[in-house]
């Protein structure tokens, strides 16, 4: 399945969005998210962007016939990826939690939330290209698609944010390290706050069904606020994406018994099988080590014959034994090494 960007000129009246979504769906396709992206025309109708999932083999220029059938104007097209899926306004709240910590990362933050990139101007580069002003810096932002009026106030805003930051003066940003998976992508890595729990929140549930069940033994589509709270406290590691806007891991290590620790990760599903989970349990296991823990434990379902295989990849040795239905995994770790 591929994930296309859609923009389609919607009228505001009764039905219409009913009527776009039917379109849509008799092409084959679904909608996995929509959002207005342009302010209203002098004909009534708004600008709304469209992330659309075509099956395998399907033709995404059935979908635009589909709905310009339909009597809804299409005025974009263009492939879409999976880390796109995270819901905008929490996109928005991160990268704005992002710029109080560090204003100076606001010319990264506001790329991302135009899912933009810095350009050179005088380069070669993308089809259009819109000039910013941070403080005495001209930014340039560009991208396949045109920029809407809307979307440029939301990015005027979170600059506004970070020069009034500035002038106060900002808080130290939290200690991160970047992580260079196997595939060439890039992460953060840095311990988890409290207010991070929005993200976490977000991660969750763009999970699929079976990944929350690896992770929570349930496909719970819904965390409550407490156990959010639970997960990004004590020590938590959370992977986000390179430009800090969206989680995609979280690794738990949480107290057990005396001298051991229960481990657990959550990797969202469009980063599985890019080695993000090993590096994020080898990570858990240093951190435990350091800790004065001796022994690593976590739970599986009976099928689930892929932790076991994490266990190894991330240099680990597990004995299991099976617990009312439940498989119990047990590591020891090594004694870290100490300095005279």
Request: hydrophobic share 45%; charged share 20%; net charge negative.
């Amino acid at each position: 399945m591929a994930l296309w960007r859609v923009h389609v000129e919607l009228e505001d009246r009764p039905g219409r969005l009913g009527e776009l979504a039917t379109a849509v769906g008799d092409a084959g396709c679904n909608i996995i998210s929509l959002h207005v992206v342009g302010e209203p025309t002098d004909a009534g109708s708004v600008t709304d962007e469209l992330l659309v999932r075509v099956p395998d083999g399907g033709n995404p220029a059935d979908l635009v016939t589909a709905v310009e059938q339909a009597g809804i104007p299409c005025t974009l097209l263009v492939r879409a990826d999976a880390t796109e899926l995270s819901d905008p306004a929490t996109t928005a709240l991160a990268l704005a939690r992002m710029v109080a910590a560090d204003p100076g990362s606001a010319p990264r933050a506001v790329a991302t939330m135009l899912r933009a990139r810095l350009v050179d101007p005088g380069a070669d580069g993308p089809a259009h290209v819109h000039g910013l002003r941070v403080g005495g810096q001209q930014l340039h932002l560009g991208r396949a698609w045109p920029f809407t009026a809307t979307e440029l106030s939301r990015a005027a805003a979170l600059l506004e944010l970070a020069a009034q930051i500035e002038l106060r003066g900002a808080t130290p940003a939290p200690a991160q390290r970047t992580l260079l998976l196997k595939d060439g992508s890039e992460v953060l890595l840095r311990a988890a706050t409290a207010s991070d729990a929005p993200l976490v929140g977000a991660m969750h549930a763009i999970c699929s069904p079976h990944t929350r069940r690896s992770r929570f033994l349930s496909p719970t589509a819904r965390l409550t606020p407490e156990a959010l709270a639970r997960l990004v406290g004590g020590g938590a590691i959370l992977a986000l994406t390179a430009d800090g806007g969206s989680a995609v891991a979280l690794a738990n290590v949480d107290p057990d018994e005396p001298g051991t620790a229960v481990v657990a990760l959550l990797v969202a599903d469009a980063w599985q099988g890019r080695g993000l989970g090993t590096a994020l349990l080898r990570m858990a296991a240093e951190t435990a080590a350091e800790r004065g823990v001796s022994e690593l434990v976590a739970s599986a379902r009976t099928e689930d014959i892929g932790s076991t295989k994490l266990f190894r990849r991330a240099g680990l040795l597990p004995c299991a034994e099976i617990v009312d239905g439940t498989v119990r995994l047990r590591a020891s770790l090594p004694v870290p090494a100490t300095t005279a």
